[in-house]
Each structure stands twice: as C-alpha cells, then as structure tokens.
C-alpha cells in the first residue's frame, strides 16, 4: 500500500468511527495515534489551520519579555513590544537564518531583553522585528536596513492568551471562543497569574493527553486516592456538542461542598487551596469545569483558581506540556498564599504524574499488535466529540452544534459521598 493510499484508509476509518452514535463508539484506529504521515496530515490541515495556545499574559508583564518557543520546525518568540504589544515573531534571523535563541542552556527560554540580538553576526532587532544594527553592511549595494525583518506570525490574544495561527486564515478568536469566553468570563482569566508550573516531555501523541484531559472516567483508577473521592469519575457529565470546544462538568461531593460552605462562613476549618473566585455562582463554584477548545487549548476552572495546560505537539509519539495553575491577584494577599503555594504544588505533580504514567503506558499498548479497537463508556462522551473534531476537521469544517436539550448530570450527583 503507498503511503498516500495508507493515508486515506486511515481518514476513511476515522470517518466511520466519528459516525457512530455514542452508544456505539469505539476507540480510534492506533494508526491514528503512532503512524507519522497521519501526524504530518493532522500538522498540516488541522493544528496549522487553527489556533495554537503559546502562553498567558502573566508571562509578558512588562515591555521587553519574551518566552521561545519551538513548535512545528518554527522557531518562535512571544514577545511585548515597546508599544506594549503582543507579537509572535520568528526567531530566524533575517542575514543567514540563524535561530537567534538557540536551545542551548546560555540562551534563556524566558526572560527580558531591550533587542532581539542574533549571537552569529550580532544583527540586531526591535522588539516589533524591525532590523536595528547590522555592522559591516555598508558595502552591500541596495541594502536597506527597512527591508529586512523578522517574519511575524498571526497571533491574538483571547482572555489573556497568546494563540498563534500559522496559515494566516483562522476565524477571529473573539467569534470562535465567543461562547466559550462567556462561560469562563467570571474568573477574569486575563487578570490571573500563574502561580505553578511544571514542565513535561511527554513520550505520547497529543490526542492520548487530551482526551485524558477531557474524559474523567479514569479518575476511578488514575486518581483513586487522589481526586475521585472529592470528584467521583461517575459523575462527570458532557454539554452537547458545539463546534469550538467542549465542556464537561466535574461535581464535587456533598461532603467537598459542605466543607466549602462552612470555610467560607468561617463555621468550619479551612479548606486547603486558594482564596476562592469571587463572582461565580454555586454551580461554578461547586464543580470542575473543564474545557477543550479545539485542537489542544485545554483549560480548567475550579472554585479558587484555573488550571491551564499549554501542549506542543512533536511528533506521533511525542509532545511538550507545560501545566499551570493561575490565581486571582487577590489570592496573594491572604496570610496563607504561600503555605497554600507549596502545598497545591505538591498536589498538582501528584496528579499530574499519576497522568503522564498512564498516558505513556496507553502509547505503548497503542504501539502493540495485539491492541484491540475499545468500546467508549458514556462517561467518554467527549473522547467521542473529540473523534467528531478531529473528523470534521479532515474535511475541511467544523462539527455543527448538536440539537440536544440541556442535560445536568446524574441524578445521583446530589447525593454523592
């Protein structure tokens, strides 16, 4: 079979696996999570046609910081101007196409800097990419300093975000997210910090991440000890299906909820975490919402902070992953921020490493010949809605809003202990 006809076979069986209802989903072909061409395909026609999530604001405080990055062969810096804008700039000097960053321990990922300076011939740059000083140019005929730049990339900023867009043609951000803003809006995400960060290679492809992101079905293995008894996996429950991103919901017990209540009427002791969100209601308050907008920009909301994982993927069987926790401002201010700090952090690479074990352990058996195509449980309904994104998106369209009435999860979410 040639790699083109292999290629199409695997689109033909994705077609037919997204096409299925729910109740008769099954996994994904595992060609779909290790063969390269299939990579390249989702490369080129899905992650550089929509919006990539490359950093928080948090991290671009002042004019003149930077974070690089590397994603898909494109060197990248995300960087505040002097006119306090934010750009996604090439890092490939515009004299002999040198990384000007390069991935080397004397050359920082983050930081602060007055010009982008290229270490081969010291050509320098604006913070906007414009060519500042270029010495011994002064022979070259017709050379003029305007006419050589770093490249730009399209980038905007949605509730305090830096997402990129490759191809230049994305929908605007504000009209894709626009749903989804106004969801998370009461947490005033643009105004959050991040307090936590752990960096992560990860041995398996993107979509083994996000879709343990989204499903908490595994929370009754993964998580047994660690988050299931607050947030039962059986009781997380999906909104219906919706173009841009998806939302599940992850209640917390009556047991977590009375703890919450009575901290915060100061009746009883108080809760580990953070000081909570002000402005969200009980519903907000009393679960985890958690959200993938398509492809990878996975986010979570609590009741005391957000949770923001920034995934790059490499190859089939390789991304990075950087999770955050982000906090209100007015969570610094309490007495007991950082004992809070330490013991959240704590907490997050525990959870966090319980999930990287599993998701390498899924790569390997996807990796077998002797792995079989799974059956999904209701609970991995948006596993499925991720299988209808990816569909969808081999196509060339989005997945259309589904014409269900709203559902609120289990009945027996009340009474859960």
Known sequence: MTASAKLDAILKDVATVASLPLERATTLPRETYIDEEFFAFERD??????????????????????????????????????????????????????????????????????????????????????????SQMHKAEGFEKKDWQLSEFRSEVWNGFVFVNFDGEAMP?????????????????????????????????????????????????????????????????????RPYFIRAHLPYTNKLRAELKASATGEGPKVPGFKPIAGIDDNQANEWGLYLGFPCFMFLTTHDRAIWYRLLPVSAGRCKLLTTTLVAPSAKEDPDYEMALASEGEMLRTFHSEDMVVNAAVQRGLKSSRAVRGRLSHLEEPVWLIQRYLAARAEGRYPEKANRAPYHGPQSMQAAE
């Open 45 to 134: 026609n899905i992650f550089k046609k929509d919006w990539m999530c490359l950093a928080h604001v948090s991290q671009l405080k002042t004019q003149g910081s930077f974070v690089a990055i590397d994603l898909f062969d494109e060197p990248l810096v995300v960087v505040r101007g002097h006119d306090d804008k934010i750009r996604v700039l090439s890092r490939v000097c515009a004299h002999r196409a040198m990384d000007i960053m390069p991935e080397d321990p004397s050359f920082p990922r983050e930081g602060e800097t007055r010009l982008l300076v290229c270490p081969y011939h010291k050509w320098s740059y604006d913070l906007d990419g414009s060519l500042r000083g270029c």
């Open 173 to 241: 951000l504000a009209d894709q997210y626009e749903e989804f803003g106004r969801l998370t809006a009461p947490w005033n995400v643009a105004e959050m910090e991040i307090a936590i960060d752990f960096e992560w290679e990860c041995d398996f492809n993107w979509k083994v991440m996000v879709e343990n992101w989204m499903e908490s079905y595994h929370h009754i293995g993964t998580h047994a000890t660690t988050l299931n008894p607050s947030m039962p996996g059986e009781l997380t429950w999906a909104d219906a299906e």
